[in-house]
């Protein structure tokens, strides 16, 4: 069985129509807890404290020498400017000024680019050390935790949020350290030139962000309109393609079409509305900027008349001017973005801090010696508080004994393995190995003499060795090929173009399902445990590789305690002992014969499950 | 580019946009000569009449510029957008068309980011070029104008520096853009460790193998971040480099304005004019040279939306209704083979006839041809060789809606669409009646779950029936199909879901109310298919017999075989 336990309430799902996710999208997370998660995260960039010091006396630099710069390019157009007690050009002041001028040029080109490594190595180290922590805590987390979360989201944490903290450290930490930097420099500087013309260039950054801000608020309608659209539009192609045999069998392309077309009209009008009113901010941003060009032109020409400023002055601050209002709209931009990474940081934080799978006890148990004697007492268990799976269980496998499990689907049978291998705890009574309770020793040690043959086979990419070699890490390459051979896989490797080298990719899609099984046996025959636990499936096998498998499965069984949740006729007659399981108890115990001629329920269940016949 | 002709119905738009982006871009480029102005004419011989005079010509042509780059920006969502709608329609429309082996060689997943994510990154494309790409032509070329009208030396000063730039660009993104596939590559490997440490949980556990999952994690992490580095560090070299040109040829522009102030051929303000207009030039070959590297994403994005324009339907229409029977379907030597699984024949020279009204089951081992053949009916494939008769007419010679109008087909995979139960069902009969449908969902054994549902019939069913059972989904599919009243019915083990209990009684009420109906069953299990008419049993694609049960128990190894499997040792 897929290890899905019965449905959680509440789970969150990602069930959501593409439409939702889109819109989902746009409205911009909160983070709850700003201050909290910030703090973290610095933790994080404190890892690399130097570096990041670096890189603040670095920014620090940047904007000195950029604020510098206008200054001596004022000097080097007054210069060039006749005065009253020059008439010609200074040249000689004039070439020093200019030299150095690209003094500082080059020093700012400099460190620009000192400023691009140290903040591409920050990010850089701060999210691959992210990455290690929140993958080895993932590693760790119980079954439960992923069960109960949908792997769609778990996935998302680990790519888009960190992702995004990624980019933020990288560029919006660096923007608004220095974009703060610079306007507090560029307004001190403008101040003391002329504080009229800084008055004149405030008022018109004021207006800018007025504008943009009232302009963002107006477009941001279009464009969670244009996304949502985009989103029916989206979740239309897919459920058409994807339901395209229907969709023919029905006649109905012409239809499917039509909704289609009034759809992506739909989309034209509310695109060219979104486009207009983002096509206006860059003009209108223009415009205002432009506006305050000329007043500083004006006002300054008129100052420069009365002799108050020269006209190196209004040079500089134009300049000045220019270099004000841009770090001031990237502010407001980075906001937003630290704000998404911050959310991020918060979901990452969470799985990190989630409680990790706990190790169990510490009496000594040695997973070679273990005999395999399995006995469940008393045992009551449930996924949701509600809904109770087992109640009072009882089930004693003895050492070496077959047993299989029978039972409809949701009886519980999965759950009694989620337990033996302690992904789920008992909610009360004992589940206990050779006599000792399993939650008294250590997980890893409980788990190493258990192997677990899962319906849902589970390939990792890399070779098929890699794959083979993953229940016994240190088997040589005859063992692994030993292992293979009994399990009927080495006949199918031997025909891949690399055999035990063959890559496998997306989990092993280039194998058919039936050869899939068989690696995931040879990987059990490997570990060699002493307690066997097979989810016998066939489903999607043909007839020929499902008597390998079958023939597989026996070799496996030897010599061990396994215990089979049994969907074969052929395995359930072939065991020592039938268990059926109803509403989590218990039903009836037996070998087939007794438990047919009870006539119980086994018998009903065999009837319809296996002979078909009809009741 | 081929879909420029998407562009022609808006071509007058299309134009309207650099001719108003020119106004813009004018009065951008007539800021630094009127600042010119001011200064030399205004500020220097100190008359203040001109400065006011100046001052309030820049304010009028700024107020024409903005309009312009309104107009501009309206225009060129008109035209993109435009054509943005009907390419996607003629892609959509042309999907629809398509045959099966079309599809399924295109992936669902790559056919819906063609229809939405290249579609929109062509329309930004069109929308860029038409403003971008002619307001940075004109700001260089404007410029370049501008500062030769100044003095012909500056001329030089950008004939040497921009080169220069353009080169600069050129070389990093052509090492860097390997560079970025390469990140592209790990980052995929970090994610792919990490979706199989989660949907794999229980096997790394059970194996104890969470250390060795940490190290190859590791592994790959380490690796990211090594690619990622090389490719930051080089691009870090991108805006110095660019600075350093830039001031260079502001230097160069000062030194030169200061000499031929001296010589007096220049005023003051003029230098300061170069200025501006030698960082615009500059800036300008910058955000084009950025815009080339969009230009060729977006041509990957052309050629994937061309492709699927040009793919020629593989199915067409034949030239209408010949039959002469009503309710038969034949195979006669039908071979068939998918083109991706190399040439290996899935069905193998099989002759069948089904007569009207009949009741027949076919039954094999996965992979021996059940769905294939059932899938040739309604011709969502065609075969390879020999012909498939439907009412005694060969299917190519119907056209498809007429032929498909005569078949219903409950599919393996059930597929349900985000519409109400109600009007789930109504595809098999959009005329169909509430009384109708809820008929037909009581035959389906369907009425007994839509009924106790939170709106009953108009519940919605969720994107692909995510909230139904596969039970429920497969007897809605039924349902679906019986309102139809096709003549030639056939069920693609599409009871797998059910119960043996239910799965008979559905059984029992279909052949009530189907009497005369051809019926195709595909089952995996004896037990449900026992008493049909007949058993069509296949191997590995050749028919191997044809005979009601107790025939073939007798005759067919392979039924037997099949049934030992199954029912072994049950009643003996």
């Known amino acids: ?615 | 580019m081929k879909l420029a002709r998407y562009l022609k119905p808006y071509l007058v738009f299309a134009l309207l946009t650099p001719a108003a982006m020119i106004g813009e871009v004018l009065v951008d480029l007539l800021q630094p000569k009127l600042l010119s102005q001011i200064v030399d004419d205004g500020v220097l011989p100190q008359n203040m009449e001109v400065i006011i005079h100046t001052g309030i010509i820049m304010m009028l042509t700024i107020v024409i510029g903005g309009a312009c780059g309104v107009g501009s920006a309206a225009f060129s969502g008109m035209a993109s957008q435009g054509f943005a709608r009907d390419l996607r329609n003629d892609v959509f429309e042309k999907v629809m068309r398509l045959s099966f082996q079309q599809t399924d060689k295109f992936t669902t997943g790559s056919l819906v980011t063609r229809l939405t994510a290249d579609i929109t990154a062509i329309q930004q494309l069109v929308d860029f070029s038409l403003r971008m790409l002619v307001r940075n032509l004109m700001f260089l070329i404007g410029g370049i104008i501008m500062m030769m009208q100044l003095n012909v030396r500056f001329g030089l000063v950008v004939a040497i520096s921009l080169p220069i730039e353009v080169v600069i660009v050129v070389v990093i993104m052509r090492f860097a853009n390997p560079l970025y596939s390469v990140v592209a590559g790990r980052l995929d490997n970090v994610n792919s460790v990490m979706q199989e440490n989660v949907t794999g949980a229980r096997v790394v556990k059970a194996y104890v193998q969470e250390e060795h999952e940490t190290k190859r994690f590791d592994a790959a992490n380490g690796d990211l971040m090594t690619a990622n580095l090389k490719v930051m560090k080089l691009v870090a070299l991108l805006q110095p480099l660019l600075m350093i040109i830039m001031n260079a040829a502001v230097l160069a522009i000062i030194y030169i304005g200061g000499l031929q102030v001296e010589a007096a051929n220049l005023k003051v303000g003029e230098v300061m004019a170069a200025i501006t207009y030698v960082t615009q030039i500059l800036h300008g070959i910058m955000m084009l040279s950025m815009m080339f590297q969009s230009i060729s994403r977006a041509s990957a994005s052309a050629k994937r939306l061309n492709e699927v324009l040009e793919t020629v339907p593989a199915i067409s229409d034949g030239e209408g209704d010949n039959s002469t029977e009503k309710g038969t379907v034949e195979f006669r030597g039908v071979t068939f083979n998918y083109p991706s699984s190399g040439g290996r024949p899935v069905l193998n020279g099989i002759n069948l006839r089904i007569k009207s009204g009949e009741n027949l089951a076919i039954l094999g081992a996965t992979g021996s041809g059940k769905s294939s053949l059932v899938n040739l009916i309604p011709r969502f494939y065609d075969a390879v060789e020999g012909e498939v008769l439907v009412d005694g007419a060969n299917v190519k010679s119907f056209k498809l809606d007429e032929l498909r109008s005569r078949i219903g087909i409950v599919l393996q995979k059930s597929e349900l669409f985000s519409a109400t139960a109600a009007e789930n069902i109504s595809w098999g009969d959009p005329s169909a009646d509430r009384a109708a449908i809820e008929q037909a969902a009581e035959i389906a054994r369907a009425d007994e779950f839509i009924s106790v549902m939170p709106d009953g019939y108009d519940t919605r069913i969720a994107e692909k029936g995510a909230s139904l059972s596969g039970g429920q989904k497969q007897r809605m599919s039924i349902a679906r199909a019986v309102l139809k009243k096709p003549e030639i019915l056939i069920f693609d083990d599409s009871t797998s879901a059910l119960d043996l209990r239910t799965e008979a009684s559905l059984r029992q009420r279909l052949r009530e109310s189907l009497a005369g109906t051809t019926v195709i069953t595909i089952a995996q299990r004896i037990a449900s298919v026992k008493d049909c008419d007949r058993i069509a049993v296949l191997d590995h694609g050749r028919l191997v017999g044809c005979a009601p049960h107790e025939e073939l128990m007798k005759s067919c190894e392979v039924y037997q075989d099949i049934y030992r499997s199954q029912v072994k040792g049950g009643e003996d």
């Open chain 1, 1 to 615: 069985m897929p290890p899905t336990p019965p449905m959680m309430p509440g789970a969150p799902g990602s069930k959501g129509g593409p439409g939702n996710r889109h819109a989902a999208l746009l409205t911009r997370e909160k983070p709850q807890n700003i201050k909290k998660t910030l703090g973290k995260l610095l933790k994080y960039i404190g890892r690399s404290r130097y570096l990041f010091f670096a890189l603040l006396a670095v920014m620090l630099l940047i904007t000195g020498l950029g604020l510098a710069a206008p200054m001596i390019q004022q000097i080097a157009i007054d210069c060039i400017t006749p005065s009253e007690t020059r008439t010609g050009v200074d040249i000689d002041k004039l070439i020093s000024t200019l030299i150095l001028l690209g003094a500082v040029y080059g020093l700012t080109a400099l460190m620009t680019f000192l400023q691009g490594l140290f903040s591409a190595k920050l990010s850089q180290i701060t999210v691959r050390t992210m990455r290690r922590d929140l993958f080895e805590s993932l590693v760790h987390l119980p079954i439960k935790y992923i069960d109960n979360h949908s792997h769609g989201d778990l996935m998302s944490r680990m790519t888009n949020d960190v992702e995004n903290i990624s980019t933020t450290v990288s560029q919006s930490i660096g923007s608004l350290i220095s974009g703060v930097l610079t306007v507090i420099g560029t307004f001190v500087i403008m101040l003391t030139y002329s504080p009229l013309l800084t008055l004149i260039s405030v008022t018109t950054i004021f207006l800018t962000i007025f504008v943009s801000a009232k302009m963002t608020k107006y477009m941001k309608r279009f464009f969670v309109e244009q996304q949502v659209i985009l989103g029916r539009i989206n979740g239309h192609v897919e459920e058409m393609v994807t339901g395209f045999r229907t969709v023919a069998a029905y006649s109905k392309e012409q239809a499917s079409i039509d909704e289609f077309k009034s759809m992506s009209n739909e989309l034209r009008k509310t695109g060219i509305k979104a486009q207009i009113c983002g096509g206006m901010m860059g003009p209108l941003m223009n415009c205002i900027s432009n506006f305050g060009f000329v007043l500083i032109a004006a006002f300054g020409g008129w100052f420069s008349i009365q002799g108050w400023i020269t006209v190196g002055t209004i040079q500089a601050f134009i300049l000045y001017s220019k270099q004000f209002s841009r770090p001031i709209n990237e502010i407001a931009n980075q906001y937003a973005n630290i704000q998404t990474a911050i959310a991020g940081a918060e979901r990452i934080f969470e799985v990190m801090e989630a409680e990790p799978e706990p190790k169990g006890g510490s009496l000594p148990f040695s997973p070679e010696n273990v005999k395999g004697d399995i006995n469940f007492k008393n045992v009551d268990f449930s996924y949701v508080p509600e809904k109770q799976v087992l109640h009072g269980l009882d089930l004693w496998v003895k050492q070496g004994q077959k047993i299989a499990i029978v039972g409809a689907t949701g009886s519980g049978k999965t759950t009694i393995v989620n337990l033996l291998t302690r992904f789920y705890d008992v909610d009360s009574g004992t589940v206990t190995v050779d006599g000792t309770d399993i939650t008294e020793i250590p997980v890893s040690e409980l788990r190493k003499s258990i192997a677990i043959v899962l319906q849902d086979t589970v390939l990792f990419s890399g070779t098929i060795r890699d794959n083979i070699r993953y229940g016994s890490a240190d088997a040589t390459d005859e063992q692994v090929r030993a292992a293979a051979d009994k399990a009927y896989a080495d006949e199918f490797i031997e025909r891949l173009p690399d055999k035990y080298d063959t890559l496998l990719t997306e989990g092993g899609s280039n194998l058919s399902q039936g050869q899939r099984q068989l690696l995931s046996i040879a990987r059990a025959v490997l570990a060699d445990p002493k307690i066997l636990i097979l989810d016998e499936a066939t489903s999607s096998v043909d007839t020929r590789t499902e008597m390998h498998i079958q023939s597989a499965m026996v070799a496996l069984m030897k010599n061990r305690t396994s215990l089979i949740i049994a969907h074969r006729l052929s395995t359930i007659r072939d065991a020592d002992k039938i268990v059926v399981i109803d509403h989590g108890r218990v039903a009836e115990a037996g070998s087939h014969e007794e438990l047919i001629a009870q006539h119980g329920s086994y018998y009903e269940l065999y009837q319809t499950q296996f002979a078909g016949n009809k009741t």
